[in-house]
């Protein structure tokens, strides 16, 4: 039997409806994962339901989270959020937690994680943190845009055997302040935080870049999905 893997869902705002990138799925399906994509609900007893049948969960990019979450004012007519997407995933992620079953965030996922634990996040970098990284690239999303620098004797610098890799970077809010219970992974050359683990948790990963566009020509990108879904039978 194969690990069962709850995907958050994409949301699209104009066409009311969910949806998902395939590269999600599929890096999950060939670590060994079987995904199922969350509804959105914000029943308890039902997500309490889905997160006990999970084994473990995958918080995908997408929307702004809302500055709500860490007690800021948005900015004006730069920040995209979806409060009831904020909501279903702060669920998952407390019952996660308190279940003891994996987590990956990506891109949203680790500013999720950062604010639900008591981090702040820059709203919109080129406002906020002006830098000649280029956090945003264009199209096509699986090339490398930067350089990250692995922590030494971080869990992610001993599952890559690397001091530095790279990745590609689609995003315009990151990790401003960290939450203390988190400890950073890997910073990119202009000081953003890019990847964050939770020491006292069996297994919470986060990056900030997109190893779902990556994985099938990124050796790095299949190691962190392989990790990830090798965790639930550890």
């Not at 007690?71 to 937690?97: F, Q, T, Y």
Request: net charge negative.
């Amino acid at each position: 039997m194969k690990p069962i893997i709850g995907v958050m869902p994409l949301w699209d705002e104009g066409r009311d409806s969910l949806w998902m990138l395939p590269g999600y799925l599929e890096a999950v399906r060939q670590a060994g994962g079987l995904p199922v994509i969350f509804p959105f609900s914000s029943d308890q007893k039902e997500i309490s339901q889905l997160t006990d049948l999970c084994d473990g969960f995958l918080l995908t990019g997408g929307h702004d989270v809302s500055p709500d979450l860490y007690g800021e004012e948005p900015l004006e007519s730069l920040i995209d959020s979806c409060k009831k997407r904020d909501a279903l995933e702060l669920s998952v992620l407390w019952n996660a937690l308190r279940l003891d079953k994996p987590v990956l965030g990506i891109c949203r996922g680790i500013q999720l994680i950062n604010a639900a634990l008591g981090g702040t996040l820059f709203q919109d970098l080129p406002s906020q943190h002006p830098s000649p990284i280029s956090h945003r690239q264009a199209p096509p999303y699986d090339q490398p845009s930067h350089l990250v620098f692995l922590m030494k004797d971080s869990p992610l610098q001993q599952c890559l055997q690397a001091d530095q890799i790279s990745v590609n970077s689609c995003h315009h809010q990151a990790i401003k302040r960290l939450a203390s219970d988190l400890a950073p992974m890997a910073v990119s050359p202009d000081g953003i935080i890019e990847a964050v683990t939770l020491p006292d948790h069996r297994f919470l990963w986060a990056v900030q870049w997109h190893p779902e566009f990556s994985f099938r020509t990124d050796a790095n990108s299949r190691s962190i999905f392989k990790a990830f879904v090798s965790a639930i039978g550890a």
